[in-house]
Each structure stands twice: as C-alpha cells, then as structure tokens.
C-alpha cells in the first residue's frame, strides 16, 4: 500500500468533491427500490414498469437488420460499399432512421414534421438531457414538471444544475391554474421558466391522461407565457380502446411550442436504446441567421455520444419497416396484452374493493397505459413496501417516490405490463391481505 | 401563421438564450472542416481520421450477436428466456461485455481490472462526460489537457462549463514542466486541478507517444499534486512494430491515479458506438462508507442514457469473444494496413522532402496510429486547406484546430487510416505541389 499515493487519492475522491446529483435523493430512492425487487425474488411485482418480454425473440434481430440494409439500397440507392459503411462507421449526428421515424408520427400519430426536425438519441433519456442542457444557461433557467412525475426528467435537470419547479396532478389531469400559479412565481424570483414537461397520454406514475379542452388551454398557457411544452409520449398508443384518446400536443400545435420527445423502448424494444427529439423550432442567430433547434440539439449531441449506434437504429428501422412505420401494427399483440391486464387489474380491484365498501380503498381509472395509483388509508411508504414483500410476497412503488419532495404520501402504484393475468389475481390477493393488515381489517380475497 | 405565438417563440429562442457551448469556436471548427471535405468530393483526403472500411462485413453482424447469445448461455448459465431478456430488456447500468473488457485488457494491455469498475459507455465521448461531470462541483474544478488534443475532451468540458487549461507538447512528447506549471498557476488562482488528460500512444492529432520514463514521471506528478490522469487509449492496439510500446499508465500505476479511458471504435467499429472507462478509485462517502467511483459513474449514465444499448453491446461482445477477447487478434489485418499506410506515408514524405534540402518542411515519425503531423514554411490555415482543396485537389486538417486558442499555425495533421497505398502516393504528389506552391517553390514529385 503507498501511503501517500492512496491517501491523497482518498482525500481527493470523496462523495463531497464529486458533482451534487450524486447526492440526489432521486437516485437513492431508485436504488432502494430495485434494491428491494432483488431481495424479494419470489414476491408478485406489480412493481416493475418494462415492457411485456412476452415477444421478444433473438432471431427476429437479423431478419431487421437485413431489412434496414435493403431499405438503404432500394430506397436510398445506396450501394453495398455504402450500405456497409452507414452501418459501421461513425454517422449522421441526428441519425438514419429520421425518415422512418417521421413516417411514423405521420401515421400514428398525425403529427407531420420535417425529417430535418427529428434528433434520433440514446433513449428518451438522452433526448431530455440534450433539450435541458441546451435551455440552461444559468442558475436563473428553471423547468416545470407535473408532480408526481418521471424521474428521469428530474434526473437529466439534476445533471445540469437546472431548478425544477412541481406542478401538481389532480384526478382529472393536470391542475392548470396550478402551472400558471408556478409561472408567475418563478418570474417573480426573478427566473426564468424555461419548459413545461409532461406525459399527456396515460403518464408514468400516475396513469393519467390530458382531456382535450385541457390541451388546448395549455397551448394558450405556453404561448401566452412564453414557454416551451415537452411532450413525452411513450404510452399512447397503449390505449385500452382504439380511437379515445384525443390527438398530441404536438399534433394540435399551432405555433411550433411543443418539443416532442419519442421513446420506442414500449413500441419496440428498450435493448435497441432509441430514443428521439422532434425541435422543429427555429433558434434565431447573432447575424438575421436562424437554425432549426434540432440542430442545437445535435451539437449538443456531438460533445455528448457522437452519434446513437446506427447498428441499433438499423434495428430498430427494420422493425418499423417490417411494419409500415406504424408501430400501432407492430404493437398489435402487445396492445392487447397491455389492455386486458389494465382490465383485469381495474375489475379485480372492483370485486375486492366494492364500491360503497367501508374499506377507503380508492383508485384511478386510466384508459390506457401500463399503470394505475391506488389510495389507501395508511401511510403506503417504504417500510409498508418491505413489509408487503416479506409478510405478503408482493411487491408495488409508493407514490412518494415519485414526488421530489412531500407527496402521495398513501398512494400506491401497480403496474401492469410484465405480468400474466394469473400473476395478476394472485397479486391482488396479496395486495388485499396487506391492505387489510395495515388497514386493521380483514381482507376480501376475490 | 400564429403572429404572438411565433414572435415570442422566436424571442423565447434566440442562441444567445442557449448554452454556451453552442457558441464555442470548436464546434464551428469541426462544421468548417466537414464543409469543406463535402464542397471537394474528388478531393484525395489525407484528412479523415475514420478507421478503414475494407473489413466490414455485415454478415459478420448475425454471427456476433450468435456468439454472444451462446456465451450467455454456456458460460453465463442463462436459459433462453433470460438471454433474450438481456439483449432486449433494459439492463445493468454499467452493462454487460464488462467482464469481456476486463479480459480484453487482461491479455492486450497488461491491466489488471475488477469488471465492476467497468462502465461500458456509447463511445469513449459519454465517458469522458461522465469522468468530468462527476469532477466539476463548481467553478473552480480544472482540467488540464494536452495542446494539440482531442476536441471531444473540449467539447465534452463544455457541456458541464469545466474550464480547460493547455499543456504543451514538444518534439518527444509532453512537456512534463509545464505540466506542473500550470497545475501551480491553477492553484494559484484558488482552483483545483482535477485531472489530466492525455492520448499516450500515437496521440490524435500529433501521433505523439510518451517514453516509458515521462510515463513514469507523470505518475508521481500526479500523486505529488493530487491529480487524476485521464488516459484515453484509442489508437495503443496500432503499433506499427509489435512490442515497442512502453506499458499504458493504468498497467504502470501503483496507486490507483488513472481513469482508463477506452474505445473500441478503431478496434471493433465505430458504428457500434462502444466506449468504456475504467474507474476502480474508491470514493469515500460521509459516513465512513466508500463505494467505486465506477459506480458513481454509473448514476451519472443511469440520467444520461440509462444504459449502453444491449444490442449493440452483444456485437462487439461477439467479435471480442470470437478473437479470444483479444483485440490485437482481431485486428491482424488492421494493424497491417494502418503500419503499411504509416510507412508509405512517411516514406513518400522523404522522397518529396529529403533531409538536407532547402524545402524547410519537417514531419515527426510516429511508431504507430493514424496521424502525422509536418511542419511547413507558411501558414498551414484554412484559407491554405480551401486552396489546396480546390487547385490541387488534396485535404488535410489544419493542426490549428486541435489548439483551444493559439497554436500549430504552420503545421498540418496527415491521416492513413482510410486511403490506399496509390491514393498515399497520389495525396502526397498533390500535397507536394501544394506546399512548392504555397512556399514559392517546384514541388519535387517521387
């Protein structure tokens, strides 16, 4: 051991000296959860939030592969030399699979942008933090966030010293006056709200969605208070029934406020990583020049990863060719599965919880998604998790964490997505025993 | 058109409201040199530094995901549903070919590594954000790079508003005095030099290496000034005669001072976008605790990007495992080539410049990697390149580019990583021309 070599070395690496995200409450608050999945192997998880595993099959990744590298020949024109470089090399900053992906929004979504428009990035995640990095230029640029919301969001803020203000959820969506309130409020310190975030279709944690009236009313908000909307949309084409759900922001846009951000981690497969921005802004320059704010964005970008693995987009790609470019066809059977869970999650939580029951046991109804928040009458926190898990065997998120500060203090969330339905009857008697124990009454199993 | 809504978005977003790495004279550098490289397609570029394409093969793409699947399974004990998880599921944060790094580096480098201090990352850029991310607290955090140096370092400091600060090169390598210079003026002004950044072997742009006693010396800087060194290792694998290498910093190191920074975009492909660092520091916490510095790199990536896309992970998992998880196996006809280059070039350079003339032009003669950098008797600038491009029909980079402010204004970089033996010849005719005519000269062709 070198005395002075690792002493120094200590002193000069402590958790202190390092950047202050690592000391987030965020980050720990996630780490003690997944904690708590792995030291409960075999408890029900109505806990985990990832997509159904159910179609997931390793021979299906060269067949898109193949068809990507086909598309870039008869499509493109590209010739094998060239076909074989797109796939290998370093590569266009903003992606190769921006035509696909604008085909996509176009017939999934009715959202038409120009390809030019659309940064393809390592996961939403990546997406987030490149809109944020670029709106914080110093500590007086502040985002709003729906509370309770994604962490990630909170998490990319984190990484660039970026102050998020909650904006607060009821029962029908988000509470409006409540954003307005926020905006003024940061004006007032002398601020500047930068960005408003939300998921408006079936959002994460909370399920809920955004009514149309309300859409509309916050594009009025951004445009009458000079702020840019972040739309995240990873769940709406999970819609329990067809053709409810009402369009995206982004689609109702006027006046280019919405940065639309994609994830086909749901759609197609986390594993590819591919995430993306839609910035059809246009950023104004020193000289009467302007730039699409994508290709800030992509700057951004260059410092950051260089590109998103064109060997995982040629992937991706190929899925959405193989498809149309829709991925409401390439999600058929998922869609399915993800609505008769939502169902039989929502009637077996009827038929252990009665309406008019005594048992103060209320909850949401999303009308898609991969989640829904429970109320109960105790206080649902990290020890009534463990307790759940070792007593019962079932595992589920409180609320609070959810929250970055106080809130959802005695809701719960049950997810959905990567349990059969077996798995779903058998948690919910397990929910039910526990909800009975800490409500101090006995459980009605179904 | 939406006249409020348009205007005050226009005002919302102006450059000047963006960060301010979007201003920075590096980005608009690299915009300038890819300009100029698509204005002259004929042009013969002894510019690019991409590695060669003559071996990719994307039917080589099937076969590694096989081996990596069949890896999972025979010496990982996964069954299918849970090999299958891995490569489409979202997964481990510091990701799943570490243990086939720590092999890797076991039998190329001599580095001896737990494959948990491994972060694989989307290319070395994302690594060298984490590493700095997690050292910038606050405005007084300095890192301290090699001039001329990679831009993605620069860049990379830029998006967490670290300040930068040169150290000079010289003829056989870094000038270890300035080094300890600079760390005192930084001390001086109240700052903390965190750490150093360097390319050891065959440096882009200056194709540099350090002796085995600078290494040595380095090392002890380091400890006696309380630094990190930041070893970025993306060319070491080119040599262009086997063992004539001193050992890297990481495997030379007693005391745990380097982060290892590792790419595998010249040794695998760069379209997988795999990077890695290795960071086995250990970090005291408040409470007595200390966790790898690995893992705070790891929470870093977890608000970054999550993870580094499994998919691609199992590719280059594939060809590292089909070469032993040796790289120099797996590069035999790379290391040729790029020697063969290296010793076309520089004797084609001594055919057009012999020693003794009055030509006034110098090179250094790397022992390995891409680059080359002469010294000429003008102003090597982009005016000369635009020039040289359009008369002439040749491309190099300025050396100007690599400088964070003043220097190489008369030199230039040469790379033979993507041309041919006749197109080194022909490059260099042209080359010849250029400089005769830019000196006032007839060019002496070979």
Redesign the interface.
């Known amino acids: 051991m070198?005395d002075?070599?690792?002493e120094?070395?200590?002193?000069?690496?402590?958790?202190?000296?390092?950047?202050?995200?690592?000391r987030d409450p965020a980050?720990a608050s996630?780490n003690f959860l997944n904690e708590v999945a792995s030291r409960f192997p075999e408890a029900l998880s109505l806990a985990a939030g990832?997509?159904s595993?159910e179609f997931?099959?390793?021979d299906d990744?060269?067949r898109y592969?193949q068809i990507f590298?086909d598309y870039l020949a008869a499509e493109k024109g590209l010739d094998a030399?060239r076909?074989?470089?797109?796939?290998?090399?370093?590569?266009r900053t903003k992606g190769i699979i921006h035509e696909l992906l604008a085909r996509n929004l176009a017939c999934d979504e009715g959202i038409d942008v120009d390809p030019e428009s659309i940064v393809v990035t390592?996961?939403c995640?990546?997406a987030m933090?490149l809109v944020l990095?670029?709106?914080?230029?110093d500590e007086r640029d502040v985002v709003l966030t729906v509370a309770p919301g994604y962490v990630?969001l909170t998490?990319?803020a984190?990484?660039v010293d970026m102050s998020v203000r909650p904006v607060r959820e009821h029962a029908d969506g988000i509470d409006l006056d409540h954003l307005i309130e926020q905006i003024e409020a940061v004006r007032a310190e002398g601020k500047r709200p930068?960005a408003f975030y939300l998921v408006p279709d079936f959002a994460n944690p909370s399920g809920a969605s955004l009514e149309l009236e309300d859409r509309q009313r916050l594009l009025a908000i951004a445009?009458e208070h000079?702020?840019?909307i972040l739309e995240d949309n990873p769940y709406g084409l999970f819609q329990a029934e067809a053709g409810q759900r009402p369009p995206t922001l982004k689609a109702l846009d006027?006046?280019?406020?919405v940065v639309y951000l994609g994830s086909l981690?749901k759609t197609c497969?986390?594993?590819?990583?591919?995430g993306f921005v839609v910035a059809d802004?246009?950023?104004?320059?020193?000289n009467g020049e302007?730039n699409l704010?994508a290709d800030?964005l992509s700057?951004?970008k260059?410092?950051?990863?260089?590109?998103?693995?064109?060997?995982?987009q040629a992937?991706a790609g190929g899925k959405l060719l193989e498809h149309d470019c829709s991925l409401v066809k390439a999600n058929t059977r998922e869609i399915e599965l993800y609505s008769r869970n939502l169902r039989l999650l929502l009637e077996g939580m009827d038929r252990r919880f009665p309406r008019g029951g005594d048992h103060q046991v209320s909850w949401n109804t999303p009308g898609g998604g991969f989640f829904v928040v429970v109320t109960v009458p105790f206080a649902a926190d990290d020890a009534a998790l463990e307790y759940g898990a070792n007593k019962y065997g079932v595992l589920w998120t409180p609320m609070s964490h959810f929250y970055d500060g106080r809130g959802g203090e005695n809701q719960l969330r049950l997810s959905v997505s990567v349990v059969s339905p077996d798995e779903i009857e058998a948690g919910l008697d397990r929910l039910a025993m526990l909800i009975a124990d800490l409500s101090g009454k006995e459980a009605s199993t179904h």
Chains 1, 2 share one sequence.
């Open positions: 070198n002075s070599g690792v120094l070395l200590a002193a000069d690496l402590s958790t202190d000296r390092l950047h202050a995200a690592l980050l996630m990832r997509p595993e997931f099959d390793v990744l060269p592969l590298c030399e076909v074989r470089r797109t796939l290998f090399q370093y590569g390592v996961g995640q990546e933090f990095r670029a709106l914080r230029t990630g998490g990319a984190r990484l930068r445009a000079d702020l840019l006027p006046s280019g406020r981690s497969f986390p594993g590819a990583r591919i802004q246009r950023v104004a320059g020193a302007s704010f800030d700057k951004i260059s410092m950051l990863t260089v590109n998103t693995p064109p060997v995982a992937i």
